[in-house]
């Protein structure tokens, strides 16, 4: 029978998903961000020469490439700055003791901004814990360790004889929030020859977004030229062999670019530098649940962005074109920073196409909505494990006429087996006639063999939208069901779910016609236990859900089946 072939095809396919998914999870576990102990060093430079790549500062650039070639093509200062590849140098772990930092937050974050070298060296988000219970702290995406720094940093570029802040520099703080409750750090430095330099950090009361300034205020009565860069700093540490993440949405360096998105492997960009241009947008680093990116505020002007890796570090940053700053004249950068989880709606209310960093794969287009209404139960039932359930309900129903006709086809086709099986004995020998007498048997009986399988496979394409979504979301994260379950992203600890999960494949297949090929027929059979072992370590969001489609898959099924007398 066709139906069940083209079914035995779907299965093996989501089998074949599944144990992909599986095998991610199991030995390529992504490394969760947690909390880090925090670290008195900050950010310095001593570039004092064309050696300065190695061991530069934070806020002051040089050659981008981290293998050597270092040869700068244009004349600018300490060779900080390549015009073949138009970035700024790397900023490396100060060896400044004990150097301060200046915190700040919202009801959101914590961060922390180093009094010197002026760079954002702390970030946690208070909302998301590194581990359920009371024991949990607060997810720490940025860092100043030594080991695994992860910061942003922003600064100048200018020719030489002209004094820029350096990662040693000390920053004078202007303002600071009152009582912790403010909403704007502010930062300065004058060079004591004409230049003014200020860094201006804002941000809202719940909001993971931060706008930074960098202003630049000229009273030399010179003019002088200057480049603006903003760029983030990691340094990947990849797991020891055997036990390498393996993501199952992309994680590094990447960006959204002149209506694009663009992705880069860790692994990568040690082989060569990559540039993209761009009017607005955003780059920055992705993780399975958190996102660092920058966009120009403006969105006016052209910028360079680049993706490198400046050893040990990876980059990923902007620049502006060389721009002159008049006597007398003050310039301002303004760049939004945006830290926080991957959550599509906090994504999306930033207006930079921020959730283009969820990669939900070929159904893009059917997963957004999808999340969305599942946000949207979540709201009013305040469980996500219930907002499941609901979304599988509304999905069977929207696919009720559909699933119908496929359970009448196949209940009609179960009707048939027995007739089906006489005629296999009688012409068992003869291909060609078996197959035109059972042709004949359909239309006698006006059976479709083929009416169960377009049903289902335009409904192929939702599972695999959900599917995504219910592995890759944020808000899966650390969120309860009921019972035993106190973590819809992690695993079922007394593998309950799973095992009802393969009982009720069990009875589906018992409702359904019994495959003619024996060879079928038994992959049949075993699949119920193969999915069982498969999900026992699977999420038990997914699990959840699978489940209850089953279940209401067995109870529509079994009602056409007694309306029909089958």
């Known amino acids: 029978m066709m139906d069940r072939r083209t079914l035995l095809a779907i299965a093996i396919s989501l089998f074949l998903l599944v144990i992909y998914q599986w095998i991610l999870s199991t030995y390529f576990p992504p490394p969760e961000m947690s909390e880090a102990p925090a670290t008195t060093t900050a950010t310095t430079t001593t570039a004092t020469g064309p050696t300065a790549a190695s061991s530069a500062a934070t806020t002051t650039p040089t050659p981008a490439s981290g293998r050597g070639d270092s040869?700068?093509?244009?004349?600018?200062?300490?060779?900080?700055?390549?015009?073949?590849?138009?970035?700024?140098?790397s900023p490396q772990p100060s060896r400044v003791?004990?150097?301060?930092?200046?915190?700040?937050?919202?009801?959101?974050?914590?961060?922390?901004?180093?009094?010197?070298?002026?760079?954002?060296?702390?970030?946690?988000?208070?909302?998301?814990?590194?581990q359920i219970g009371p024991e949990g702290k607060p997810v720490r995406f940025f860092k100043r360790d030594a080991n695994e720094p992860f910061l942003s940093a922003s600064g100048f570029i200018a020719a030489v004889g002209v004094d820029v802040p350096r990662g040693d520099t000390h920053w004078e703080q202007v303002s600071e929030p009152a009582g912790g409750k403010g909403n704007t750090l502010h930062l300065r430095w004058d060079n004591t020859r004409g230049l003014l330099f200020e860094k201006i950090f804002t941000w809202q009361p719940a909001s993971y977004m931060l706008e930074m300034l960098d202003r630049v205020t000229n009273s030399s009565g010179v003019p002088v030229t200057l480049f603006h860069?903003?760029?983030?700093?990691?340094?990947?540490?990849?797991?020891?062999?055997?036990?390498?993440?393996?993501?199952?949405?992309?994680?590094?360096?990447?960006?959204?670019?002149?209506?694009?998105?663009?992705?880069?492997?860790?692994?990568?960009?040690?082989?060569?530098?990559?540039?993209?241009?761009?009017v607005g947008g955003w780059a920055g680093f992705s993780d399975k649940y958190f996102l660092a990116a920058m966009g120009d505020a403006d969105a006016r002007e052209r910028r360079k962005f680049y993706f490198d890796f400046d050893a040990p570090n990876h980059r990923v940053g902007m620049v502006t074109p060389a721009q002159a700053v008049a006597g007398?004249?003050?310039?301002?950068?303004?760049?939004?920073?945006?830290?926080?989880?991957?959550?599509?709606?906090?994504?999306?209310?930033?207006?930079?196409?921020?959730?283009?960093?969820?990669?939900?794969?070929w159904f893009h287009f059917l997963a957004e909505p999808l999340v969305?209404?599942?946000?949207?139960?979540?709201?009013?039932?305040?469980?996500?494990?219930?907002?499941?359930?609901?979304?599988?309900?509304?999905?069977?129903?929207?696919?009720?006429?559909?699933?119908?006709?496929?359970?009448?086809?196949?209940?009609?086709?179960?009707?048939?087996?027995?007739?089906?099986?006489?005629?296999?004995?009688?012409?068992?020998?003869?291909?060609?006639?078996?197959?035109?007498?059972?042709?004949?048997?359909?239309?006698?009986?006006?059976?479709?063999?083929?009416?169960?399988?377009?049903?289902?496979?335009?409904?192929?394409?939702?599972?695999?939208?959900?599917?995504?979504?219910?592995?890759?979301?944020?808000?899966?994260?650390?969120?309860?069901?009921?019972?035993?379950?106190?973590?819809?992203?992690?695993?079922?600890?007394?593998?309950v779910m799973p095992i009802l999960m393969g009982i009720s494949m069990v009875v589906q297949s018992r409702l359904s016609p019994a495959p003619a090929d024996p060879v079928q027929a038994k992959i049949m059979m075993f699949l119920p236990v193969i999915f069982t072992v498969m999900f026992l370590t699977f999420p038990s969001g997914l699990v959840l859900y699978w489940l209850v489609n089953n279940v209401l898959s067995i109870l529509q099924q079994g009602y056409i089946m007694r309306q029909s007398g089958g």
């Open 97 to 130: 003791p004990d150097a301060p930092v200046i915190t700040f937050g919202n009801q959101k974050i914590q961060g922390g901004v180093a009094a010197i070298g002026g760079e954002l060296v702390d970030m946690r988000f208070l909302d998301y814990k590194d």
């Open 372 to 495: 969305r209404l599942l946000l949207i139960f979540n709201k009013f039932v305040n469980n996500f494990g219930v907002a499941i359930i609901l979304l599988t309900v509304v999905i069977k129903l929207l696919f009720f006429p559909l699933a119908n006709k496929s359970y009448r086809s196949m209940s009609a086709m179960k009707k048939l087996q027995p007739k089906v099986d006489a005629l296999r004995k009688l012409y068992g020998d003869d291909k060609q006639r078996l197959n035109q007498e059972m042709m004949k048997l359909y239309q006698e009986n006006k059976v479709n063999p083929l009416g169960g399988c377009l049903p289902v496979v335009v409904q192929i394409p939702v599972f695999f939208a959900l599917y995504k979504v219910l592995f890759l979301s944020v808000e899966m994260r650390h969120a309860p069901f009921m019972f035993w379950i106190q973590d819809l992203s992690d695993k079922d600890p007394y593998y």
């Open 71 to 89: 040869t700068p093509s244009i004349n600018l200062a300490e060779k900080a700055f390549d015009q073949a590849s138009g970035t700024p140098k």
């Open 328 to 361: 007398n004249e003050s310039r301002a950068y303004h760049t939004r920073l945006f830290v926080g989880p991957k959550a599509i709606e906090v994504l999306t209310e930033q207006n930079m196409h921020l959730e283009r960093s969820i990669d939900y794969g």
């Open 229 to 278: 860069y903003a760029q983030f700093v990691r340094r990947h540490v990849p797991l020891p062999e055997g036990s390498k993440a393996a993501p199952t949405d992309f994680q590094g360096p990447m960006g959204f670019l002149h209506g694009t998105r663009v992705q880069f492997e860790y692994d990568e960009l040690p082989k060569g530098d990559r540039f993209e241009e761009s």
